[in-house]
């Protein structure tokens, strides 16, 4: 399968995965969405570290105003107040999470209905007994149902095709479906829900472009295409259809699950960081640190900022979890065969003909 091509009528593969679409670096998707959780709060923790002493040893500043004035103590006194104020707004967020899951009989019916009908259309589909129930083996049973019916298309195809650019254009976009779809479920395989595992390969799985490439390549070879082909085509979208609707329950269930973790997070690091600011308060005494000093910097300042950065803890957690809960969510705003980036690839599988406005207009 060539990866480039000159010709704007032919379809041209994405990137496999969702870093190189959008053409990000490997350090900012490591830092938003793959890094564990608590490695990036301690990184969130060490810039506030590091900033507050480059800005003592380059800024105009006194560490005396630490001894000779209540300056620690209206820190800290700051720091309790917007500690109680985070905790009330975490536990009130956590009520909202506990109200979409508590619900009269009829709702949690009809959710169960609609559930049971997905997964029974999917079994039709899919021409299965029992779908999976794990979410790892679900979506790989999606992903495994369109790579059977794009394997009868590209045979389907080679036997009754008398155009060859269309044969060659077909065979070109199943293969790389295949290849993709072989990376994406190697990457499901033993991994647990609740692990954000689950959630990247699905990111990196762009159903869209795919239902949008067959779509296109259907209408642009119908007069070529069999009826068995032109079915099967009808299959392999159908079954693509399927993996929209899958993506956004367990994205939302994830969803849930992280601002279960935030609040955990929240509420864990809530109460040190509350004796912290409430031993710098009553009892800390800056005069028994003040004039020895660590690579030229007061140790009073070291310790005082050490504390606060401490405190800052449960805002460390909110921030690191929210960071890639917002990432995730706008990385799949969309749903069906919408895609919200413009991109040579999308340019290159649109078939002018169909559309009535040129591509440089949408």
């Known amino acids: 399968m060539s990866d480039s091509t000159t010709d704007s009528e032919s379809v041209t593969r994405p990137a496999d995965t969702m870093r190189e679409r959008v053409g990000e670096s490997r350090l900012k998707i490591w830092f938003l969405i793959t890094a564990n959780r608590w490695i990036v709060t301690g990184v969130f923790l060490l810039l506030a570290y590091v900033t507050l002493l480059v800005l003592h040893v380059f800024g105009p500043s006194s560490v005396r105003k630490i001894v000779t004035t209540s300056a620690v103590s209206s820190l800290f006194g700051s720091v309790i107040i917007a500690l109680i104020t985070s905790i009330t707004l975490v536990l009130s967020i956590s009520q909202f999470v506990l109200t979409e899951e508590i619900g009269p009989l009829g709702e949690q019916r009809d959710k169960m209905r609609n559930e049971t009908k997905f997964r029974n259309d999917v079994e039709e589909t899919a021409g299965i007994e029992v779908a999976p129930a794990e979410p790892s083996r679900f979506l790989r049973t999606l992903i ?9 298309l590209r045979d389907t195809v080679s036997e ?64 070529s295409l069999s009826d068995e082909a032109d079915e099967i085509f009808d299959e392999l979208i159908e079954s693509l259809r399927f993996f929209g609707p899958a993506r956004e329950h367990f994205k939302t269930l994830y969803v849930q699950w992280e601002i279960i973790n935030i609040s955990r997070g929240v509420l864990y690091g809530a109460m040190p960081a509350l004796a912290i600011a409430a031993y710098m308060i009553l009892s800390f005494d800056a005069a028994r ?45 969309a749903i069906g065969p919408f895609v919200l980036r413009e991109t040579e690839q999308l340019y290159s599988a649109r078939y002018e003909e169909l559309s009535e406005i040129e591509g440089g207009e949408e």
């Open 289 to 333: 640190l003040f004039g020895s000093a660590v690579f030229g910097i007061d140790t009073a300042f070291l310790f005082v900022s050490a504390m606060y950065v401490l405190t800052l803890t449960p805002f460390a957690v909110v921030l690191a979890y929210v960071v890639r809960v917002l990432t995730v969510i706008k990385r799949t705003l």
């Open 144 to 152: 495994e149902t369109a790579d059977t019916y794009a394997r009868e």
């Open 160 to 223: 009754e095709a008398d155009d060859e650019e269309g044969l060659a254009e077909i065979e070109s976009y199943a293969d790389g479906l295949l290849e993709h779809s072989q990376e994406v479920t190697s990457e499901l395989e033993n991994v647990d829900f609740g692990s954000f595992d689950v959630l990247l390969p699905v990111l990196n799985y762009n159903y869209s472009w795919k239902i949008f490439a067959a779509r296109n390549l259907r209408e642009k070879y119908a007069d």
